[in-house]
Nanobody, 120 residues
Framework: QVQLEESGGGLVQAGGSLRLSCVASGSSISSFYAMTWYRQAPGAQREFVAG???????TYAESVKGRFTISRDNAKSTMYLQMSNLKPEDTAVYSC?????????????WGQGTLVTVSS
């Protein structure tokens, strides 16, 4: 059974940086056809942040382009989100998501999330 665990969240001042990690257990991340970061701010809906979609292609939300960088280390079964020039509006619970094929069909897995708080 695949499980995801995020870490790296915390309190940071505006303009600062953080790196989030998402470690997968139960399978290599190279077997996932999509692996993404989402976030949910207080009182808001969950929104897409960045992700690997079909192979090594990356995609970012407009709000984080140029500030966030997604990467992964297949050997460590870990995906990262490097966040720079953080803004108070980046405050949210960040969760990773993975999609993979198995029998009898595709599976989607979520981590528990890690809280990022950006102070002004």
């Amino acid at each position: 059974q695949v499980q995801l665990e995020e870490s790296g969240g915390g309190l940071v001042q505006a303009g600062g940086s953080l790196r989030l990690s998402c470690v997968a257990s139960g399978s290599s991340i190279s077997s996932f056809y999509a692996m993404t970061w989402y976030r949910q701010a207080p009182g808001a809906q969950r929104e897409f942040v960045a992700g690997f979609i079909t192979g090594d292609s990356t995609t970012y939300a407009e709000s984080v382009k140029g500030r966030f960088t997604i990467s992964r280390d297949n050997a460590k079964s870990t995906m990262y989100l490097q966040m720079s020039n953080l803004k108070p509006e980046d405050t949210a619970v960040y969760s990773c998501n993975a999609n993979y094929y198995t029998y009898p069909g595709p599976v989607e897995v979520w981590g528990q999330g890690t809280l990022v708080t950006v102070s002004s």
